[in-house]
């Protein structure tokens, strides 16, 4: 059972509207990312925070935005979407110690601009 | 530069057709190896860790070796409910964050 939720699993919206992607993990992990995966290509880093008020772009340049007030909550925005944004977001935590504890996933947000 | 290279793209196995997925990575020190299935709309599951050459863990049908330069995902009387993409990861010193290959597409056909 997932301990880390994505809303919307699906969103079809028109080009320059604003969006909010939401995550939530209920772990109490410090660590959280953003990644973005288009069908068949790697994961790629656009986000990530290691707490409160902590937030760095990634190793992907994205036009979205994100902000961490709460540890459990972890909001990516778009503030004006467009086609080239289409793709699955997944949101990602980990706990603060040990290098070998994987990173928990969500299911996804895949969005699709029009 | 971190970076991991996944072989084959994709794989199609007979039901109890046992095989092995490929991970060539290169990074500056490595802090660990990480096996993910992903599932078809759905974020990646997490499989295994392995921090160090020689290394082995198994799960079910499942077990990754690995070496300095390679790892490997062993397959052993696969089932159709294994069918799906296997993601290799890996955590450097100079970074925290994973660097992921592009995965291999697992059908598994009865």
């Known amino acids: 059972e997932a301990d880390i939720y994505q809303t919307p699993r699906y969103l079809v919206i028109g080009t320059g509207k604003k969006i909010t992607l939401e995550c939530s993990q209920t772990m109490g992990h410090d660590k959280m990312y953003w990644y973005q995966q288009d069908p068949g290509m790697e994961l790629h880093l656009i986000h990530y925070s290691y707490g409160v008020n902590s937030t760095e772009k990634g190793d992907l340049s994205s036009e979205s935005t994100v902000s961490r007030i709460r540890t459990e909550h972890f909001p990516l925005t778009l503030e004006s979407a467009r086609p080239s944004h289409t793709s699955q977001y997944l949101c990602?935590?980990?706990?603060?110690?040990?290098?070998?504890?994987?990173?928990?996933f969500g299911s996804g947000t895949r969005l699709t601009v029009v | 530069e971190d970076q991991v290279t996944q072989s084959p793209e994709a794989l199609r196995l007979q039901e109890g057709e046992s095989s092995s997925l490929n991970c060539s990575y290169t990074v500056s020190g490595l802090r660990g190896l990480f096996w993910y299935r992903q599932d078809p709309g759905k974020g990646p599951e997490f499989l295994f860790t392995?921090?160090?050459a020689g290394e082995e863990k198994e799960k079910e049908r499942l077990k990754a070796t690995l070496t300095k330069k390679e790892s490997f995902l062993h397959i052993t009387a696969p089932k159709p409910e294994d069918s799906a993409t296997y993601l290799c990861a890996v955590r450097s010193y100079n970074t925290d964050k994973l660097i992921f290959g592009t995965g291999t597409r697992l059908q598994v056909f009865p």
């Open positions: 392995l921090y160090s």
């Open positions: 990602a935590s980990s706990p603060n110690y040990g290098v070998g504890y994987g990173y928990t």
